[in-house]
Nanobody
Framework: QVQLVESGGRSVQAGGSLRLSCVASGDGFNRHLVAWFRQAPGQEREFVGGISWSGSTPYYADSVRGRFTISRDNAKNTVYLQMSSLKPEDTAVYYC??????????????????WGQGTQVTVSS
């Protein structure tokens, strides 16, 4: 069982940067695939980025590639999402998700067993 808590969301001007954190408690987090998703009002939950359990393999949605960087520190049970060159269309609630299963589809929210409560990111123009 893993519990996830996101933090770092706030309001920021377009072009600015933010770093989101996802802190895990529970057993075996360092053996979990972790991903960030986001959901804007009236829209479906959207994959943003993911990272393998070792941290060696990052995955990104096309909409954020080159602007966002995902990383993890397993010693701290924490995954980070560094967001730069933010745009108003990045406004959403950002969720951290984790899953231990081999073969988890990184971009499919239904594949994940564990979710955080979300943190709001608002980008103004």
């Amino acid at each position: 069982q893993v519990q996830l808590v996101e933090s770092g969301g706030r309001s920021v001007q377009a072009g600015g940067s933010l770093r989101l954190s996802c802190v895990a408690s529970g057993d075996g987090f360092n053996r979990h695939l972790v991903a960030w998703f986001r959901q804007a009002p009236g829209q479906e939950r959207e994959f943003v980025g993911g990272i393998s359990w070792s941290g060696s393999t990052p995955y990104y949605a096309d909409s954020v590639r080159g602007r966002f960087t995902i990383s993890r520190d397993n010693a701290k049970n924490t995954v980070y999402l560094q967001m730069s060159s933010l745009k108003p269309e990045d406004t959403a609630v950002y969720y951290c998700a984790a899953d231990p299963k081999i073969g988890t589809r990184v971009g499919d929210p239904s594949s994940y067993d564990y979710w955080g409560q979300g943190t709001q990111v608002t980008v103004s123009s």
